[in-house]
């Protein structure tokens, strides 16, 4: 299994992001996916979620509106899109698949930084 994430940078506050995770190695087109986030001297959590066939979606309550999770099978990527973003959205923003559990993998992380 392999996710490699990219997309993150500098953004200014107001300003959108859209991050992209490549995933190779399973059946992507069979399993869920997640993004989560991991912002300084805090725990990591989850961001969003988003299932297969038909592409159902969960997100944080707090993000609801801003972050759109999205996939596509035929290119096995997963996509955060970020709108409105806030200094406090900086963080690592890691793809997963498995959750947080046992047979877990993770990308190495993009940093998105919002600041001016």
């Known amino acids: 299994v392999q996710l490699v994430e990219s997309g993150g940078g500098l953004v200014q506050p107001g300003g959108s992001l859209r991050l992209s995770c490549a995933a190779s190695?399973?059946?992507?087109?069979?399993?869920?996916m997640r993004w989560y986030r991991q912002a300084p001297g805090k725990e990591r959590e989850l961001v969003a979620s988003?299932?297969?066939?038909?592409?159902?979606?969960y997100y944080v309550d707090s993000l609801k509106g801003r972050f759109t999770i999205s996939r596509d099978n035929a290119k096995n990527m997963v996509y955060l899109e970020m709108k409105s973003v806030k200094p406090e959205d900086t963080a690592v923003y890691y793809c997963?698949?498995?959750?947080?559990?046992?047979?877990?993998?993770w990308g190495q992380g993009t940093q998105v930084t919002v600041s001016y």
């Open positions: 997963n698949l498995g959750g947080t559990g046992v047979g877990s993998y």
């Open positions: 190695g399973f059946t992507f087109s069979s399993r869920i």
């Open positions: 988003i299932g297969s066939p038909g592409g159902s979606s």
